[in-house]
């Protein structure tokens, strides 16, 4: 079945240690997403890639970073993680919006714990 | 940019009962998704609607957009606890990106 990954799905870090979550897709889908949520609230996204053009939100903080090597592959970076990281990280793909329909999928997320 | 407004933010019924989560705002959105989240996994889609006075239904669920395109439900009849999650309404928004509401917490008890 064509689907979004995530690895790994929970991952914990120390304060200040560099961390990265990786993203794959068999959809072959030309646009990805990374997400950050906080509980039970909705995903905020913190950038995607079109192809390979990187698309930054005004609002993300330097501390993340990321990479796409490839069409399947997205990594995100997190620098110098802090204790106000700690999410859900969400990795979603979608086509270009083919008939104005912004149709995103999600993978099932990266827990990440920063003690 | 454009805002949703989703509501209500909780919801705690009894299985049976049945629910209508409504998202709305002041803009016109080209389609509206309606996504489900359980704790500790990704959303899952579920519907998209595209037609200004579409009506879509999903088993028990039935999905609705306003002729104005400016508004959506996402009715619920005789819950069952297994429609416990997170349920996310989202706007195309250019630039190929999502608008989210705030998201409904919904819980059914048996």
């Known amino acids: 079945d064509a689907m979004v990954i995530q690895n790994p799905r929970y991952q914990v870090t120390q304060f200040g240690k560099p961390v990265t979550l990786s993203c794959s897709q068999t959809?072959?889908?030309?646009?990805m997403y990374w997400y950050q949520q906080k509980s039970s609230q909705a995903p905020k996204l913190l950038f995607h890639y079109y192809d390979k053009d990187f698309n930054n939100e005004a609002d993300t903080p330097d501390n993340f970073q990321s990479r796409r090597p490839n069409t399947s592959f997205c990594f995100l970076d997190i620098r110098s993680p802090g204790l106000g990281d700690a999410a859900m990280y969400l990795c979603a793909t979608s086509r270009d919006a083919i008939g104005a329909r912004y149709e995103q999928y999600f993978g099932p997320g990266t827990r990440l714990t920063v003690t | 940019t454009q805002l949703l407004e989703q509501s209500p933010q909780f919801l705690s019924i009894q299985e049976g009962e049945n629910l209508t989560v409504y998202c709305n705002s002041s803009?016109?959105?080209?389609?509206l998704q309606w996504y489900r989240q359980e704790p500790g996994e990704g959303p899952v889609l579920l519907v998209t609607v595209v037609t200004g006075g579409e009506v879509k239904k999903l088993k028990r669920l039935t999905f609705q957009f306003g002729d104005a395109r400016k508004d959506s439900s996402l009715h619920i009849t005789a819950a069952q606890p297994g429609d416990t999650g997170l349920y996310l309404c989202?706007?195309?928004?250019?630039?190929?990106?999502?608008?989210f509401g705030a998201g409904t917490i919904l819980r059914v008890k048996s």
């Open positions: 803009s016109v959105f080209s389609s």
């Open positions: 989202a706007g195309g928004e250019y630039g190929n990106k999502l608008v």
């Open positions: 959809l072959n889908h030309n646009v």
